[in-house]
């Protein structure tokens, strides 16, 4: 005899669907908090590099405004001489270039001049010679 309705083997599908279903949304669910949880992780990284980039940047700014005022106190103070000396005999700094742009990135074709009185102190290009007219320089050349 048969009874109205689903019966066992209905309710057993059913059940089986809704389980399976549940299954998946747990499943969906969790994936989801991992990835994330992942993402934010990565995102936090990323965001702490970042501000630890502009802390550095911002400390060797401080360093480099020092050192761009004592290169800019030598060469006011030693304006004359500059123009006197051999231009292999410049003594403003040890490396002037180099700590100015100390903490910059220049791109492959940047190049950066020390310029007194018209007259070239410091370079970190050789195709820019260092005691040469910075006017004539320029107007001859292009870079």
Not at 37 to 55: G, Q
Request: proline share 1%; with cysteine; aromatic share 6%.
């Amino acid at each position: 005899m048969k009874t109205s309705g689903l019966g066992i083997r209905g309710l057993f599908r059913i059940s089986i669907l809704v389980v399976v279903a549940l299954a998946s949304i747990a499943l969906a669910i969790v994936s989801f908090t991992h990835v994330t949880a992942e993402e934010r992780a990565r995102a936090e990284a990323s965001v702490r590099s970042e501000i630890n980039y502009l802390c550095l940047q911002l400390e060797s700014g401080a360093d480099r405004a020092e050192t761009f005022s004592q290169v800019t106190d030598s060469m006011d103070a030693d304006a004359q001489e500059l123009r006197l000396q051999d231009s292999t005999d410049y003594k403003l700094l040890s490396d002037p270039v180099g700590d100015v742009l100390k903490g910059y990135t220049l791109a492959e074709t940047g190049t950066v001049v020390i310029v007194a009185d018209e007259t070239i102190v410091a370079s970190d290009d050789a195709r820019i010679p260092v005691g040469s007219d910075a006017k004539s320089l320029w107007r001859d050349r292009s870079y």
